[in-house]
């Protein structure tokens, strides 16, 4: 493959790529590692969902009739939760 062809190759020349390299390089964080974070609250999109549905059944009443139960089929599939 020609070089440069979207293709990355890493030799790391001077990288921090060895675990034992790093904690040298570092001592004072290898003895003290600080924790992360982690937020495992998952915001309730409900209330958005409700919102975008309504949006858009709001939007069919403009359009023809024809175009209105192919959007109407298609709203019914995308808010129905389990079969």
Request: glycine share 4%.
């Amino acid at each position: 493959m020609p070089e440069g062809a979207g293709v990355i190759v890493s030799n790391e020349p001077d990288g921090n790529s060895d675990l034992d390299e790093q904690m040298e390089m570092s001592p004072s964080l290898a003895a003290n590692p600080t924790p992360i974070q982690v937020s495992k609250e998952i915001p309730d999109l409900t209330p958005f969902f409700r919102r975008a549905v309504a949006t858009r059944k709001s939007q069919l009443h403009l359009q023809p009739m024809s175009a209105r139960s192919d959007a109407l089929k298609q709203v019914a599939k995308t808010t129905d939760t389990k079969k």
